[in-house]
């Protein structure tokens, strides 16, 4: 039986039941990237250029540990952090996320340079690295190890989903271009960058995410659970602080 079925219609569900929730974070984010950035490159120096670079790249790895959080929040169907609460929730997996990202990106670009499979293969098995980081809060090599140990028997079924979703996600793309093609080179690739990012980065988390949680139910191994957090709809309910102890002692 395949455990990712379903997976893109639940994604889309879900964005569309939080649309105003994920693309807030989404756009917030982005949005505060850019203006710094461009704040940055107003003297027109190669510095400025740089910083603004890095600003955008800090804010892409914020922004992806930021939306895992979202997803695992409205999981219970409906939002309990504020936009700021779950930017703060993410905080903390900032680095792990920003140095298995980076490494993963060389390690696929590589693959993907010398004989395309190879790529193929790191993508797939690496699918779910950001959600095991923020979500069990795996360190950075860990979280390779822990991301292929859930694919592992299910690859095909990965890779198939992540393809259906880059299909969406390169016709959304395409769309936004042919709209914005009228406006001036610069403000049209700035506000296609932008929106695109918005609307795009929630639907990759949550399917990244539910893939998880799928995988993760199917193979049978629990995840991190904090108190009162919603982890991933399997209907277990937080013990009471006396039957934590309790269950903490045996």
């Not at 792990?96 to 693959?111: C, F, Q």
């Not at 004989?115 to 795996?138: D, F, K, M, R």
């Not at 949550?206 to 799928?214: A, D, E, G």
Request: aromatic fraction near 8%.
């Amino acid at each position: 039986m395949n455990p990712l079925s379903g997976v893109l219609g639940e994604a889309w569900q879900m964005y569309k039941a939080h649309a105003w929730h994920l693309l807030a974070i989404a756009f917030v984010i982005y949005l505060a990237a850019a203006v710094i950035a461009a704040l940055f490159s107003l003297g027109g120096t190669t510095v400025g250029a740089v910083l603004g670079s890095l600003v955008e790249i800090v804010a892409a790895f914020l922004l992806q540990a930021t939306l895992v959080k979202a997803v695992q929040d409205v999981r219970d169907g409906r939002a309990d952090l504020s936009l700021g609460e779950t930017v703060r929730a993410a905080t903390p997996y900032l680095g792990a996320v920003a140095g298995a990202s980076i490494l993963a990106g060389i390690a696929i670009a590589i693959g993907l340079i010398l004989l395309i499979v190879p790529g193929l293969y790191l993508i797939t098995i690496w699918a779910v690295i950001i959600p095991v980081i923020v979500l069990e809060q795996s360190g950075v090599m860990a979280s390779f190890g822990r991301s292929h140990q859930l694919v592992k028997g299910r690859g095909w079924h990965v890779f198939g989903t992540l393809v259906l979703a880059w299909l969406i996600l390169l016709a959304v793309n395409l769309v936004l271009g042919l709209i914005f093609a009228a406006l001036p080179d610069a403000l049209g690739r700035g506000l296609s960058s932008v929106i695109s990012g918005t609307i795009v980065a929630p639907f990759i988390a949550l399917v990244v995410t539910l893939i998880y949680y799928r995988l993760s139910a199917s193979a049978q191994v629990p995840t991190a659970q904090a108190p009162g957090e919603n982890y991933g709809g399997y209907g277990q309910t937080p013990l009471p602080r006396i039957g934590r102890r309790r269950a903490a002692c045996r």
